[in-house]
């Protein structure tokens, strides 16, 4: 039983893990994509400043 209640343990770790993981790797894709929106629009207002 104690061998089951560790891998259950350590499973649900990992899952947590995995989620962070996935968490993360979302929020940098969205600043990713917010930094490359924002160039494209100051480029934009630069271009039409001229």
Known sequence: ???AAWDARDAARDARDAARDARDAARDAEIQWQRKHLQELM?????GGK
């Open 1 to 3: 039983a104690w061998a």
């Open 43 to 47: 480029g934009e207002l630069f271009e």
